[in-house]
Each structure stands twice: as structure tokens, then as C-alpha cells.
T-cell receptor
Framework: DGGITQSPKYLFRKEGQNVTLSCEQNLNHDAMYWYRQDPGQGLRLIYYSQIVNDFQKGDIAEGYSVSREKKESFPLTVTSAQKNPTAFYLC?????????????FGAGTRLSVL | QQQVKQSPQSLIVQKGGIPIINCAYENTAFDYFPWYQQFPGKGPALLIAIRPDVSEKKEGRFTISFNKSAKQFSLHIMDSQPGDSATYFCAARFGGSSNTGKLIFGQGTTLQVKP
């Protein structure tokens, strides 16, 4: 079953804590993306990666960090510097990086602050 | 210049009606315009997409109309059903040498189709 798996589905963060959201894809896609979704604001791009070991900041990268050590995996860390982390986080992939326009999304992780 | 403006924010229609969702953009470097459908608690799923050299594209009950000169495109849902109740997002992608694959999304439209 090909697709994008995000985990966990729900995550709670304590004050001052870093948390990491997992995103794994078995679609053999080169490019991967992280979005944040807030009510009434659409999807905003946090980070994206077009190839392993390379990634770029999106529109709202402050307070977040990523790594791309494997083609299949693109974890997102929400750091303590992100003061308003409560949101629905979506991971997507597309590939090959410039030949295929379609982005496929995971089911999302809902992050809340305790 | 990087924005995609979507309207209306919410829409209620009766079953069988034809909801229309509109999007507008400024940047002529966009070369691909997809629409996504999202159900509550789920990730968005690609519904239909169009390129600017085509004025209309139809897939089943879903139609995109594209007006390149006005920099506007819209989604029409024919014979809408309660199962179409969802949030719909338009998006645009930069083409040419600036192509990174990333999409710019509209703000979303929440559609409710009443039985």
C-alpha cells in the first residue's frame, strides 16, 4: 500500500519541550513538504526538501527544524521557540521533484499544548 | 504577488445545486492550478488540476474553469451531494526556472450540501 504515513495522530507538548512529528513515504518521491493548517488560513509551508540532505525554509519556518537523511523520511521538530504550536500539521510528497506536479498528503498530526 | 485569494469562505447549497468556488492570483509565473478536497481530520486529496493553456477541464461532476486574462479560476460541482461536504482548497505552483514544486494555497472554502 503506497502512501504517506504521519505519526502520531495526536501529540501534546509541554511548555519548553521540543517534539518531533514523523513523516514517512513509500512512493519513491524526491520532494517532501511540511505544512501547518490553522482554521481559516489555508495551508502554510514550513519547510520543504527536494532531495536527500537538502531542505529549504518555507514561509513560516521560525521555531521549526527538519532533517532529510533518507529519501523516505522527513521528520519535523517543533521547538520550544515556537510559541504558538497548536495546529494541524500535514506532510506531503511529490516526485520526481520537477517532473510531477501532484502533491500527495498524509493524514496529519494534531498538536496541542498542555 | 505570491498570494492566491479564494472565495467564499463558506458555502451552503441544497442537494443537486451547483456550488462555485473562485480563486484569483497575481503572479503570471504560476503554471499549474490544482484543487484539493479535505474532509475533517484528514489530509487534503487532489481533486482536479488544470494548466493555464486550457480554459476548462471536467472530471466527473467537477469542472475547473480558467480565465488566463483575468487571472482567475473556479471550481464547479455539478449535482452536488451531501458527501461533497468538505473543505476545498485551490492552489498554484510556480513554473519555469523558479519551479521548486511548492504550492501556494488559497484560504479554503467550507462547503455544506444539505440533503
Amino acid at each position: 500500500d503506497g502512501g504517506i504515513t504521519q505519526s502520531p495522530k495526536y501529540l501534546f507538548r509541554k511548555e519548553g519541550q521540543n517534539v518531533t512529528l514523523s513523516c514517512e513515504q513509500n512512493l519513491n518521491h524526491d520532494a517532501m513538504y511540511w505544512y501547518r493548517q490553522d482554521p481559516g488560513q489555508g495551508l502554510r509551508l514550513i519547510y520543504y526538501s527536494q532531495i536527500v540532505n537538502d531542505f529549504q525554509k518555507g514561509d513560516i519556518a521560525e521555531g521549526y527544524s527538519v532533517s532529510r537523511e533518507k529519501k523516505e523520511s522527513f521528520p519535523l521538530t517543533v521547538t520550544s521557540a515556537q510559541k504558538n504550536p497548536t495546529a494541524f500539521y500535514l506532510c506531503a510528497s511529490s516526485g520526481p521533484s520537477r517532473g510531477n506536479y501532484e502533491q500527495y498528503f498524509g493524514a496529519g498530526t494534531r498538536l496541542s499544548v498542555l | 504577488q505570491q498570494q492566491v485569494k479564494q472565495s467564499p469562505q463558506s458555502l451552503i447549497v441544497q442537494k443537486g445545486g451547483i456550488p462555485i468556488i473562485n480563486c484569483a492570483y497575481e503572479n503570471t509565473a504560476f503554471d499549474y492550478f490544482p484543487w484539493y478536497q479535505q474532509f475533517p481530520g484528514k489530509g487534503p486529496a487532489l481533486l482536479i488540476a488544470i494548466r493555464p493553456d486550457v480554459s476548462e477541464k471536467k472530471e466527473g461532476r467537477f469542472t475547473i474553469s480558467f480565465n488566463k486574462s483575468a487571472k482567475q479560476f473556479s471550481l464547479h460541482i455539478m449535482d452536488s451531494q451531501p458527501g461533497d461536504s468538505a473543505t476545498y482548497f485551490c492552489a498554484a505552483r510556480f513554473g519555469g526556472s523558479s519551479n521548486t514544486g511548492k504550492l501556494i494555497f488559497g484560504q479554503g472554502t467550507t462547503l455544506q450540501v444539505k440533503p
